[in-house]
């Protein structure tokens, strides 16, 4: 296996908040990518990001969600290897495919620092 290279994030907005893993504190994603913060995960509060980098994703699989039926998969952090959230590739309902190649990202698994 070669040898990982993690992206560093710069916020750009004027909220300065990089979203990182919370095991190991690898940088996730910004506050500006958030779509959506009405969102539930399995461990509580889930966000919607448009983008997220450092992350390997799982085999996909079909999940039964409030939403409806999806593709799936799950995202882990490549550096410590915890699960962070999925990867929506498919949704079954024409008002649910917004989602498609767009990532959760569960509250309870993320800090966030503020980029000066």
Avoid at 55 to 77: F, K, N, S, W, Y
């Amino acid at each position: 296996m070669g040898q990982l290279h993690k992206h560093y994030l710069h916020a750009p907005d004027t909220n300065n908040r990089i979203y990182v893993c919370a095991t190991c504190q690898t940088h996730l994603s910004t506050h500006s990518l958030i779509i959506s913060k009405q969102f539930q995960g399995q461990t509580g509060r889930a966000f919607l990001f448009d983008k997220v980098v450092n992350v390997a994703e799982g085999p996909a699989e079909d999940r039964q969600m409030t939403t409806g039926l999806h593709t799936v998969r799950d995202i882990r952090c490549i550096h410590c290897g915890a699960v962070v959230g999925w990867k929506y590739e498919y949704a079954y309902e024409e008002s649910q495919k917004y989602k498609v190649g767009k990532y959760i990202l569960e509250k309870n698994l993320l800090s966030d620092i503020y980029d000066h």
